[in-house]
């Protein structure tokens, strides 16, 4: 690797990490913001998305991060790892509450703010979130680390930089089922190549995990069953096996198209 590429590599790993804390920083000041002053009404989610947004087309007609690259794979393909790895994510996830015995508490907008802004703030944070992480981490420091070390050196960089991007105090009890679901991701994208793709399951994960909470009471998770947790660990075993032989087929499919 040669100076240019260390230069390079240094500047995507940092600069990711830094442009996804600032604009994390920008969206939630917005959002809190506009609590703070028009509890009622959510003006936030336009300057949010809209510099999101902008962010994410600007990087990928600078460095060509895979917003616009087509499917490289057959979408019957991917959308079976994508359902399959999040079975597996969520999984983990379920372990990892179990053995720390967590409550999950989904995404919910500032104390003292109307149901509608509840709603509005669950939506566009998901959104802006899930583009941001996507952006900087999978599309600015995984495509631009890989074009010049092994995939599987970048994807473990990737991982880990944007695992300990989580706040550190809520960090280690969600530390594996994190890396799971970035692990899950970061691997769609060495796959299908579509950072859209990668944006959308983002998306879909965390908007799904978090639905069934707005209408059902929490749940300590250390006071379930052993059966449960036994249901847990076959069920994502199975997911994990099954997303890998897909993952494996996407893979002999695009040998065959390159032969």
Request: charged share 10%; hydrophobic share 55%; net charge positive.
């Amino acid at each position: 690797m040669n100076r240019q590429a260390i230069l390079t590599c240094l500047g995507a790993t940092f600069g990711g990490s830094f442009l996804f804390m600032g604009m994390t920083g920008f969206v939630l000041l917005t959002a809190h913001y506009n609590a703070d002053t028009m509890p009622d009404t959510p003006w936030f989610p336009l300057p949010v998305l809209a510099g999101v947004f902008a962010v994410t087309w600007w990087c990928d007609r600078r460095w060509n991060i895979g917003l616009r690259t087509p499917l490289q794979a057959p979408l019957s393909l991917v959308v079976a790892f994508a359902v399959l790895s999040m079975i597996a994510a969520n999984g983990v996830m379920v372990l990892s509450m179990v053995a720390h015995d967590v409550v999950y508490v989904p995404t919910l907008g500032p104390a003292e703010t109307s149901l509608t802004f509840q709603l509005t703030y669950w939506v566009a944070i998901s959104i802006a979130m899930s583009t941001l992480s996507e952006m900087c981490f999978r599309g600015l420091m995984q495509s631009l680390l890989s074009r010049h070390m092994a995939i599987w050196l970048a994807v473990f960089i990737v991982v880990m930089f944007n695992t300990f991007s989580h706040p550190w105090d809520t960090l280690w009890p969600r530390f594996f089922s994190a890396m799971a679901f970035l692990l899950a991701w970061s691997c769609l994208i060495v796959l299908c190549g579509s950072l859209k793709a990668a944006i959308v399951t983002h998306l879909i994960a965390v908007m799904c995990r978090d639905l069934p909470y707005w209408w059902i009471d929490e749940v300590p998770m250390g006071e379930v069953s052993t059966g449960f947790t036994g249901s847990v660990v076959a069920i994502c075993a199975a997911a994990t096996l099954a997303a890998w032989w897909v993952a494996m087929r996407i893979r002999r499919r695009q040998r065959q198209t390159h032969t």
